[in-house]
């Protein structure tokens, strides 16, 4: 196949020189969520040659409403494997290397420096902030794509823009113990705006913060975001636009897309719950906090209900 010809239409909009960029530019994609499968099918039509890849799930019928290789005929397959041929499907010229286990801490160095654009794309937000820290160390661009529910955002890290720690006021910790953090109910009673913002259902919310169900998505806000995501990795590629840089970032909410700033109520009601509650006597006084929280999701919950009941006609 002629890369030229697969990708002709391209060069009604980018030159010769700029696709070209696109092409050189090597993907590392760590992760195989709905995210980083489905941004690796659009980058490759988008012309990106090179890839590395890192996943370790296979498809569960759990994966059909918004993972784009995820068929009946697909169902415990390797992710990974997947990703690597709906992109050769594309274009069989591809390069495409990668493995079907997460890198670890000591691998991440040669696999950032070795990479011009960065996409953490795993579930866990501490591995992810692991997998961003590397990128600024490294002077690389890394590319967020976190959406959840019906909103989401999408922004560009580089060693000059704040970090994502600074964005969403996540405490300066190791990886283990920014693991052991977010695993515990504290940290996830403060993702509320998860219901508020994201329109999650409360009961599904509370099951969540029991650790008995995943992160809730649809997949139109998940190929939206992972579109606004792709755009980004044009920018960066061609340098035909200026990137969407943090703390600038596109924002989804309830089917609307804005470009806008992180919120500054949820970094600094992290960095306020850390303060007080992150250590010391404060560990102890949080678990006080679970009868505010317990009657927070109640009223949550009423509200939810009421809205529901609503007659669609009632102003």
């Not at 002629?2 to 960029?21: A, I, K, P």
């Not at 092409?23 to 760590?30: E, G, K, N, Y």
């Not at 600094?268 to 850390?274: C, D, I, Q, S, T």
Request: proline share 5%; aromatic share 12%; with cysteine.
């Amino acid at each position: 196949m002629n890369y030229h010809d697969l990708f002709e239409r391209n060069y009604g909009v980018f030159t010769e020189e700029e696709q070209d960029r696109i092409r050189r530019t090597r993907i590392l994609i760590v992760g195989d969520s709905g995210t980083g499968e489905t941004l690796s099918v659009l980058l490759a039509r988008c012309g990106f040659e090179r890839f590395t890849l890192f996943g370790e799930r296979t498809y569960t019928k759990g994966d059909m409403n918004r993972q784009i290789g995820c068929f009946l005929d697909t169902i415990g397959t390797p992710k990974i494997v997947q990703m690597e041929k709906m992109i050769r499907s594309i274009n069989p010229a591809a390069e495409v290397s990668g493995s079907q286990h997460l890198p670890g801490e000591a691998q991440l160095d040669a696999l950032v420096q070795d990479a011009d654009l960065v996409i953490p794309a795993v579930e866990d937000l501490s591995y992810s902030i692991l997998i961003f820290r590397c990128a600024k160390k490294h002077a690389k661009p890394a590319l967020l794509c976190m959406p959840s529910g019906s909103m989401g955002w999408v922004s560009v890290f580089t060693k000059d823009t704040p970090t994502i720690e600074d964005v969403f006021g996540i405490p300066p910790l190791s990886y283990k113990g920014l693991r052991r953090m977010m695993h515990t109910r504290e940290y996830r009673c403060a993702q509320y705006t998860f219901i508020t913002s994201g329109d999650w259902r409360v009961p599904w919310f509370w099951d969540y913060f029991l650790d008995k169900r995943p992160l809730a998505l649809i997949c139109t806000t998940e190929w939206m975001a992972v579109s606004l995501a792709a755009l980004e990795a044009l920018k960066v590629a061609t340098h035909t636009w200026n990137p969407t840089l943090a703390p600038k970032c596109w924002y989804l909410r309830r089917g609307r897309v804005s470009r806008s700033h992180f919120s500054l109520f949820v970094k600094y009601h992290r960095k306020l719950g850390w303060l007080i509650f992150g250590q010391g006597v404060g560990k102890a006084m949080h678990k006080l906090t679970h009868l505010f929280w317990g009657s927070f999701f109640r009223i949550l919950r009423s509200w939810q209900t009421r809205k529901e009941q609503k007659s669609p006609d009632q102003p």
